[in-house]
């Protein structure tokens, strides 16, 4: 059997395990106080875990890239930017066309 529980002000049911639910209703893990605590510390341990995988791929990439001068940066922002408006140019004009 599972229990259902409601929160305010968003509400949501959550199905769990009945052994599971009296386990974390005795420890005092369902009250919403404790509930928004264990919900945000999981955001931000994901949103460290994302930092640290970021910071690997930069680091692996690092090894395989040139050192750029700012004259070569700059030309790649703006060679990606006359694309951007190419690509904006061409949808406004089909835009136009089909009268959307």
């Known amino acids: 059997m599972t229990k259902r529980f409601n929160f305010e002000p968003e509400e949501f049911n959550v199905e769990i395990p009945e052994d599971l639910y009296e386990e974390a209703k005795r420890a005092g893990l369902l009250e919403p106080e404790t509930l928004q605590i264990l919900i945000r510390e999981h955001l931000r341990r994901m949103a460290g875990d994302e930092l640290m995988s970021m910071t690997d791929k930069c680091r692996q990439a690092n090894?395989?890239?040139?050192?750029?001068?700012?004259?070569?940066?700059?030309?790649?922002?703006?060679?990606?930017?006359?694309?951007?408006?190419?690509?904006?140019?061409?949808?406004?004009?089909?835009?136009a066309i089909s009268g959307s």
């Open 63 to 95: 090894g395989k890239l040139l050192p750029m001068t700012w004259d070569e940066i700059n030309a790649s922002i703006e060679e990606v930017r006359r694309e951007k408006q190419g690509q904006y140019e061409k949808d406004t004009e089909q835009n």
